[in-house]
């Protein structure tokens, strides 16, 4: 995958260099960012969640654009690995920084050294901690399993962990406790919604008679949508990655919310057509000779494939773009190429640009009708994109 020497190219020079590129559009972003923050009360900040290369839309360019947005509506940054905050202090974020993936031991150190906040959510992580020469300089915070049950101690389980830290508050930095829904993204969720965030604030009740002042942070882009700023009262920090990007939660969120909280996608994949040809009505295109056209049939040819993460299960369905007219894809997806009908693309030219995941909301290649047709969820085909692949943003 060609990767072009950017220092002295604008956008147009880029792409002639490329045959496949993201494009992410900032004004989209910003957009996202004020719509967002005017849900929110004046003294709740916003993390933004940049692990999985910023949902697809490339970590370190999403990081730096929003850190130097006017009046800074970004006050942290959420990552999954001590890898990726590395990367973005490599780059000159200054912000604060929460891993909350799980962190190896033995880069505690590097995480001290960058000064990067790590999320500790079991008792031998803790353990794992308490064993580190520097442990009281490492911030930390604390992740609470309120009913998501996947990291995080349990409520029963805060008594011991309380006596535990207790013994040892001059060996810890206790920044932060936080929990994560695992239903506010459907409307029959609201309740066991209700009841996580009542666990949470019982959680941070007995830390509080316990001694330990924290931020607390529980909502994230769903928790912020549906409740807007009364359910987020009394949060320090909500963590943001969807709806930053312009991405809707869920699908049924979308259709929820999508006219009283207009977001705007950020990312448009496109490819280019590197080979037209005609063939005869019968012909079968791809391997296994998956697909027979019924008609005569003008092909075009794209230098992409599941490697650069266009899905698989879009053979002989998926839709294009190519000068405004859809195109369908024939016969299987390759490693590298896709095959699409251009018949009716009166104008198709080799070179032409190919839209692959439209920024536009009503096109057939939206990025909700391409996860929708590859049978995925929006988050996952975005972040299966091929980090190789030149994200320009303009």
Request: glycine share 8%; proline share 4%.
């Amino acid at each position: 995958m060609e990767t072009p020497n950017v220092n002295t190219m604008d956008a147009r020079d880029i792409k002639k260099e490329l045959r496949t590129w993201i494009e992410i559009d900032t004004k989209a972003i910003d957009h996202n960012v004020a719509l967002v923050r005017k849900l929110l009360p004046k003294d709740t900040k916003i993390m933004a969640v940049v692990k999985s290369n910023a949902y697809g839309h490339g970590f370190l360019d999403f990081a730096a654009h929003v850190s130097k947005m006017p009046g800074q509506p970004i006050s942290w940054f959420g990552c999954d690995s001590i890898t990726e905050a590395l990367a973005l202090r490599k780059e000159g974020i200054t912000l604060p920084i929460l891993v909350m993936g799980y962190s190896l031991p033995k880069r505690f150190a590097d995480a001290v050294a960058s000064d990067i906040s790590i999320t500790i959510s079991s008792f031998d992580a803790l353990k794992n901690l308490l064993e580190f020469s520097d442990s009281q300089k490492l911030k930390i915070h604390i992740k609470i399993d309120t009913g998501l049950h996947r990291q995080g101690f349990l409520p029963e389980e805060i008594p011991d962990l309380l006596e535990m830290l207790q013994k040892n508050t001059g060996r810890l930095m206790i920044q932060g406790l936080y929990t994560h829904f695992a239903d506010a993204k459907r409307q029959d969720g609201i309740d066991f919604t209700h009841e996580q965030k009542n666990t949470f604030e019982k959680v941070h009740a007995q830390f509080t008679e316990a001694g330990f002042k924290v931020l607390t942070h529980v909502s994230a882009s769903p928790g912020v949508m549906r409740f807007g700023p009364e359910g987020v009262e009394g949060e320090d920090l909500v963590r943001l990655g969807a709806v930053l990007y312009g991405l809707y939660p869920s699908d049924d969120m979308r259709v929820e919310y999508q006219k009283k909280f207009v977001l705007q996608p950020s990312l448009t994949w496109k490819t280019i057509i590197s080979e037209l040809k005609k063939i005869p009505k019968g012909s079968a295109v791809g391997y296994n000779r998956s697909e027979i056209v019924s008609r005569d049939t003008v092909i075009g040819v794209c230098p992409i494939g599941y490697w650069h993460g266009y899905p698989g299960s879009l053979s002989s369905k998926g839709i294009v773009m190519v000068n405004g007219t859809p195109a369908k894809i024939l016969g299987r997806v390759s490693m590298d190429m896709i095959t699409i009908d251009c018949t009716d693309c009166k104008d198709a030219l080799v070179g032409d640009e190919v839209v692959l995941i439209d920024g536009d909301i009503d096109s057939p290649a939206s990025v909700w009708e391409v996860a929708a047709k590859s049978g995925v969820f929006t988050h996952e085909l975005l972040t299966r994109l091929n980090s190789r692949i030149k994200r320009i943003y303009s």
